[in-house]
């Protein structure tokens, strides 16, 4: 009898490592009280992806400046790619960041592109491997708005030897996508206007959106203070187009791979979805394609 017990013991001690190997030490969303009360934990790293000159203004306490337009560049005139994987590695591990560190990546809330440059800095540190990343609720902001303290040091860590764990799974390209599962489903993020094929950004060859793509606005995901919606609101949106089958794959895609990338956060970190993928080259590099079927004035 002692046997057997032990043997079940060690049955649930194995199935449960890997869920304690890659539990979150962190919430995906901060709010400001947490991120006041842990600012002198020394695994917490705070990456403002505002511009140098507001950062210098004031800055949450022992905040690093990472300007956003240095997480995604301009490649094959494509616009927001991802940065080579060396450059990548290099700036992680410039901002002192390892394995175990507690990263928070705070922005500015003035509108929806602006909200969605945090969730693309987060999904970029999600595909290089680091897994305990957090989006401070309100960004900097509602920081200020909270009447939190400011401080105008310029924040320089000592670099780390992080080596980057390329998380490949959360990206997808357009030889994929021609060919992806029909049981798959593709969610455009961007506003209804742009998916139904009435209006298009100067960039994007064709009005409309890819064949067999359903419409789920990134923008709803924000109140109109820039604060995340409540979880029970974000899974009623998700569970209404995406489906409530969390091992599904998904694919999100935009107009540039920025604001897709705020429901894949939202998707991925808060929801609990399995298989997420964002498209990088989104509709800007889909429509350059005549192969590539775009559809227009149809749901």
């Not at 009360?37 to 004031?58: A, C, H, T």
């Not at 939190?148 to 764990?165: F, L, M």
Request: net charge positive; glycine share 6%; with cysteine.
């Amino acid at each position: 009898m002692k046997k057997a017990r032990l043997v079940v013991c060690l049955m649930i001690t194995l199935f449960l490592v890997p869920i304690t190997l890659f539990a979150r030490d962190i919430s995906p969303i901060v709010s400001t009280d947490w991120l006041e009360q842990n600012l002198s934990n020394p695994k917490l790293k705070i990456v403002d992806i505002r511009k140098l000159e507001e950062y210098k203004d004031g800055h949450i306490p022992g905040a690093m400046s990472v300007f956003y337009g240095i997480w995604a560049v301009k490649k094959n005139d494509l616009l927001n790619e991802l940065p080579l994987n060396d450059e990548i590695t290099d700036l992680v591990s410039s901002l002192g960041i390892n394995n175990d560190s507690l990263v928070v990546v705070v922005g500015k809330t003035d509108n929806t592109g602006e909200l969605v440059n945090i969730t693309r800095v987060a999904w970029t540190l999600k595909y290089a491997g680091i897994e305990n990343v957090a989006i401070l609720d309100g960004a900097y902001n509602k920081w200020l708005n909270d009447k939190k303290a400011i401080s105008q040091d310029v924040v320089k860590p000592a670099a780390s030897n992080y080596k980057a764990k390329w998380n490949n799974k959360i990206l997808t390209t357009r030889d994929y996508l021609m060919k992806m599962p029909k049981q798959s489903v593709i969610i455009d993020v961007r506003m209804p206007e742009f998916f139904f094929g009435v209006a298009k950004l100067d960039f994007v060859k064709k009005a409309g959106h890819i064949k067999g793509a359903k419409n789920l606005p990134a923008a709803w995901i924000y109140t109109k203070d820039g604060i995340f919606k409540n979880k029970e609101d974000l899974g009623e949106m998700a569970s209404g187009v995406v489906g409530k089958n969390m091992s599904k794959e998904v694919i999100v895609y935009c107009d540039t791979g920025k604001f897709s990338t705020a429901w894949w956060y939202i998707l991925s970190e808060v929801l609990g979805y399995k298989n997420v993928k964002s498209y990088d080259g989104s509709t800007e590099e889909w429509t350059r394609d005549p192969q590539a079927p775009v559809v227009k004035y149809s749901w």
